[in-house]
């Protein structure tokens, strides 16, 4: 299957696959999870919630996303590894509306430009790590 990406945005079609490759890789983890995929100036490009996942996955998934897109930084160690010796920054960004350092976000580039972002919330963030892998692995094999 040919991706397209149309304006430098994420489309339908490549949103919904990248919400597939996550479900997959979730029920092979045994995880219930939500999946935000957002395009580059932040707003919702597709949203899924798995049946029974945790209502606080809803609203850790978007900040992930949101995160991401806007740093063009996965969330987790990498935004941890940026802030976490200077004490300003690791106070201050605490207290950016919709920012959470968790894993399971991360940016979505395509010929190094940034079109969306994806967020996963529903295990221990390593977990939504993994489930963002698969996801961001299926779009280089789909390129």
Known sequence: MELSYQLHFINDQT?????????????????????CVLDPSGRMKAFRAMDDAANIAYE????KAKTAVGFGLPTGKAWYDFIKND?????GAQHLPDFILLGGGSPIYHNDKLIGA???????YEQDEKCVQAALECLKKNE
């Open 87 to 91: 004490p300003i920054m690791l106070a």
């Open 15 to 35: 949103a919904n696959l990248v919400i597939e490759s996550a479900i997959k890789q979730a029920n092979q983890l045994g995880l219930k999870i939500c999946i």
């Open 118 to 124: 994806i967020g996963i919330s529903g295990g221990h």
């Open 60 to 63: 850790a998934c978007i900040k």
